[in-house]
C-alpha cells in the first residue's frame, strides 16, 4: 500500500477554518445545556409508567407494540419539541437503526450509502420530517451517552442553542441471531449483578431529550465522559478501566460531586456486571446501585439516552428510583438496589458500555456542568489510502504493520483501513494514550452486513462475522492496535466539517489529540483519510 502525508494547511477551506478557530472564541460565557424536556416509549408505556413499572417489577423486555421506527421517534420529538419551536441540530443515537428495513436493503443488493433504514439514512430522514439538520452518532450500546456528550459540546462551544437527541433501534433475527452466536443470551430472564445471572435479553426502547443553552433553574446535563478500554472486541475490561474513567470524566465535568445513584449498564452478562462492579468499587464503592435492563430489556444504542431520560423524568418528580429487577442476591460488598423505590439524592450517574470497548457515561443532575476551554484546532498530519480504480489497495499486516499478524485476516475492510491511517499516524508512537478517535461515515459496515445477512439467510450464521457489523468496529480495533483510551464513537451521515466541529469539542474538553477519519469502504469509490488535531 502506499500511504501519503499531506501539509496541514491544506486540509480545511477557509470558511472550516474560520469556524474551528471561532468556535474556541465563543466558549467564555456560553450558556450551558439544560434537559429542557425528554421523553421515552417503552413497552410499559411513557417516562412515568415505564418508572412505576420498574419500582413495581411489574414486566418483562418486550418490542415495542408501535413497529414503525420513524413515527415512534417523530412522536417522540413532538413531545418535547412542540410545533412552532425551533432546534438547531438532530442527533440520532443507535448503533443499527431500523434493522428490518435496512435487512432488507442489504439483500436487494444496494449498494447506495444511504442504505434504507441504515443509521445515516434515519437520520436523514428524521432531519427532513422535522426540516432540522441531522446526523447519527453511534458507540455501539455506549450510543445515547455519547450522543448527548456531542450535544453537550456543542452548545458549550457556542456551535447550536438548542439540539434534539433521539434514540431508537428495532430489532430482527439479524442482531438476535448474532447475539445467540454469542452465546450471551438468557433464555428465561434478565438478571442484572445476580449471582446467577445468565445472559441478556433484547427489548426495545426509544426516547427523546432536548438540550436548550440555559441559565434556568431544572435538571441539567451535569456531566459527561467517554473512554476505550483497548482490550478486547466483545469482551469488557476485566477491571473495569473503561466505564472507570467515562465515569470519573462525567463526576469532574459535573464539579467533582459525588453521585447519589448509579444508574448501572447492567445487562445480566457475567462478564459485563463483573467489569462494572469492578469500576464502582474503586468509584464511588458507598454509592448505591440499581439497573434497569431487567424490566427493560437491552435496547442497543437506544438504552443509553431512555436511561437518562428516565433519570431526568425522575430526578424532577420525587428523586425516587426504582431498583434491580430480577435481583436476588448480589455481591455482598456492593449496595445493589433491591426491587422498589428507593429516594436518592442527585445527581445519577448512568453509563453504558458497547463491544469495541467503547464506553460512555453521563451524570443528570440539578447543577450546571463545567465550562470548556478555548482553544485553537491544529492539524498536525493526515494520512490518506492509495487506490486503484476506485478500490482501496490490498492492505495486508506485512504492508500495514511490517510484520505478520494471525488475527489480521478476521478484520474488514473499514477495519484495516482505519488502522492503517492510525498506524501511519502514529509512526513515532507519540500519540497519547487519551487520544479519541472519530470516524466519519455513511456506509458504515454495510460491506459486512451484507455477507453476514446473505450467510445468515441461508443458515450459517458466524459470531466472528457478527462482531464487525458494528460500524465502530474499526475504532474498537484501532484502539486496540495502538493503545488509545479516549473517546471513541462514529457520526455517520454527518460532513468532514461537523467532525472538525467534533474536534474542536474534544479539544475545549481537553482531550489531548483527536484522530478524524473518513472510511467509506461498502463500494467504489472507496474513502479512506485520517487527521491529527491537537490543541
Request: overall charge negative; aromatic content about 4%; charged content about 20%.
Given at each position: ?7 496541514p494547511m ?17 466558549q ?6 439544560r434537559?429542557?424536556?425528554?421523553a ?20 418483562c ?11 415512534v421517534l417523530?412522536?417522540?420529538?413532538r ?21 428490518p ?6 439483500l ?14 434515519l437520520?436523514?430522514?428524521?432531519g427532513?420530517r ?5 446526523f ?7 450510543s445515547?451517552p ?12 457556542g456551535?447550536a ?5 433521539l434514540a ?15 452465546q450471551?443470551?438468557d433464555?428465561d ?6 449471582r ?12 427523546a ?17 467517554a473512554?476505550m ?5 466483545t ?12 465515569c470519573?470524566?462525567?463526576l ?10 448509579i444508574?448501572?449498564h ?17 468509584l ?6 440499581t ?12 438504552c ?5 431520560a ?18 436476588r ?9 433491591p426491587?422498589?423505590?428507593?429516594r436518592?439524592?442527585?445527581?445519577w ?6 463491544f ?5 457515561a ?5 447543577s ?6 478555548a ?11 492509495a ?15 511490517g ?15 482505519l488502522v492503517?491511517l492510525?498506524v501511519r499516524?502514529?509512526q513515532?508512537?507519540t500519540?497519547?494514550q487519551a487520544?479519541?478517535v472519530?470516524?466519519?461515515?455513511t456506509?458504515g459496515?454495510?460491506a459486512?452486513d ?30 486496540i ?17 461537523d ?10 474538553e481537553?482531550?489531548p ?16 483519510w ?6
Open positions: 500500500i502506499r500511504i501519503m502525508g499531506e501539509p491544506s486540509l480545511l477551506s477557509l470558511e472550516a477554518l474560520v469556524l474551528l478557530r471561532a468556535s474556541g472564541a465563543r467564555r460565557g456560553s450558556p450551558v445545556p434537559i429542557v424536556r425528554s421515552v416509549e417503552t413497552p410499559a408505556g411513557d417516562a412515568h409508567a415505564t418508572l412505576l413499572a420498574l419500582s413495581q417489577a411489574r414486566g423486555p418486550a418490542e415495542l407494540p408501535d413497529t414503525d421506527l420513524v413515527a417523530l412522536r417522540l420529538a413531545r418535547v419539541l412542540p410545533e412552532g419551536e425551533s432546534c438547531d441540530l438532530l442527533i440520532l443515537a443507535t448503533t443499527k437503526g431500523d434493522l428495513r435496512y435487512g432488507a436493503a442489504l436487494a443488493g444496494d449498494s447506495a450509502r444511504a442504505l434504507s433504514g441504515s443509521p445515516a439514512d437520520a436523514a430522514e428524521l427532513r422535522l426540516d432540522i439538520p441531522a447519527a452518532v453511534s458507540a455501539a450500546c455506549a445515547g455519547a450522543a448527548l456528550g456531542e450535544a453537550a459540546r456543542r452548545i458549550l462551544t456551535q442553542r438548542r439540539v434534539l437527541v431508537g433501534d428495532r430489532l430482527s433475527d439479524f442482531v438476535r441471531d448474532g447475539f445467540a452466536a454469542l450471551a443470551l433464555p430472564s434478565c438478571r442484572p449483578f445476580d446467577e445471572r445468565a445472559g441478556l435479553i433484547l427489548g426495545e426502547t426509544a426516547a431529550m432536548l438540550l436548550a443553552a440555559d441559565v434556568s433553574p431544572g435538571v441539567w446535563l451535569q456531566g459527561w465522559g473512554a478500554d483497548a482490550q478486547h472486541l469482551g469488557p475490561a476485566r477491571d473495569g478501566a473503561g466505564v472507570r474513567a467515562a470519573a470524566a462525567a469532574q465535568r459535573g464539579g467533582d460531586q459525588a453521585p447519589g445513584l444508574v448501572a447492567g445487562t445480566g452478562t457475567r462478564f459485563n456486571d463483573d467489569s462494572e462492579a469492578a469500576a464502582y468499587r474503586t464511588a464503592p458507598s454509592t448505591p446501585i439497573a434497569w435492563k431487567g424490566l427493560l430489556g437491552h435496547s442497543l444504542g437506544a443509553g439516552l431512555t436511561e437518562a428516565l433519570c431526568a423524568a425522575a430526578l424532577a418528580s420525587e428523586a425516587n428510583a426504582p431498583g434491580i429487577v430480577g435481583l442476591a448480589g455481591a455482598e460488598d456492593l449496595r445493589l438496589l426491587p422498589g423505590q428507593h436518592c439524592a442527585a445527581p450517574l448512568s453509563p453504558n458500555a458497547g469495541g470497548g467503547l464506553n460512555a453521563v451524570l443528570v443532575g440539578l450546571p456542568p463545567q465550562p470548556l476551554c482553544v485553537t484546532p491544529r492539524c498536525t498530519a493526515r494520512a490518506t489510502l487506490q486503484t480504480g476506485g478500490v482501496l489497495d490490498a492492505l495486508s499486516a506485512l504492508a500495514v504493520l510484520r505478520t499478524d494471525p488475527t489480521w485476516g478476521r478484520m474488514d475492510l473499514a477495519c484495516r483501513a492503517a492510525g499516524l502514529d513515532a508512537n500519540l497519547p487520544t479519541a472519530v470516524l466519519l461515515t456506509a459496515s454495510a459486512i451484507r455477507v453476514f445477512e446473505r450467510d445468515r439467510q441461508a443458515g450459517t450464521i458466524a459470531a466472528q462475522t457478527f462482531v464487525y457489523t458494528l460500524p465502530t468496529m474499526p475504532i474498537g480495533e484501532l484502539s492496535r495502538c493503545g488509545l483510551r479516549g473517546p471513541g464513537f462514529a457520526l455517520l451521515g454527518a460532513s468532514d466539517d467532525g472538525r466541529i467534533t474536534v474542536a469539542g474534544l479539544l475545549a481537553g482531550h489529540c483527536v484522530i478524524l477519519a473518513r472510511v467509506e469502504s461498502d463500494a467504489p469509490p472507496h474513502t479512506a485520517a487527521e491529527c488535531w491537537s490543541a
